[in-house]
């Protein structure tokens, strides 16, 4: 009625088992070295991002610097002119 597995059909069974658990962990470490390689590269990506953004705004803000630089520099020049005139009894 019941029927036995010999010993050694279940050591193959075991073995095949063993073989097969072994490659499963082997391809799961893979795929989590592959994940935090993943993980490091669009970090890079973000910083880069990020830094590409930030030169981005200091084109587009240049030209308004340099306006705002030369108005104060104007201005300097006015008051120096002014008192230069005044200091001359102008």
């Keep these: 009625m019941s029927e036995t597995i010999p010993p050694d059909e279940i050591q193959v069974a075991r073995a095949a088992y063993d073989r ?5 962990r082997k391809f799961s470490a893979e795929q989590n ?6 993980g490091k590269y669009a970090a890079e990506q ?8 930030k030169l981005q705004r200091d ?8 306006a705002v630089t030369l108005l104060g520099a104007g201005a300097a020049l ?13």
């Design 59 to 66: 084109r587009q803000l240049l030209p308004w610097q340099l």
């Design 46 to 53: 973000n910083k880069l991002a990020a830094e590409a953004g």
């Design 20 to 24: 097969m658990l072994a490659e499963t």
């Design 33 to 38: 070295k592959l994940a935090e390689e993943a």
């Design 78 to 90: 006015f008051a120096a002119g002014a008192a230069f005139v005044k200091l001359m009894g102008g």
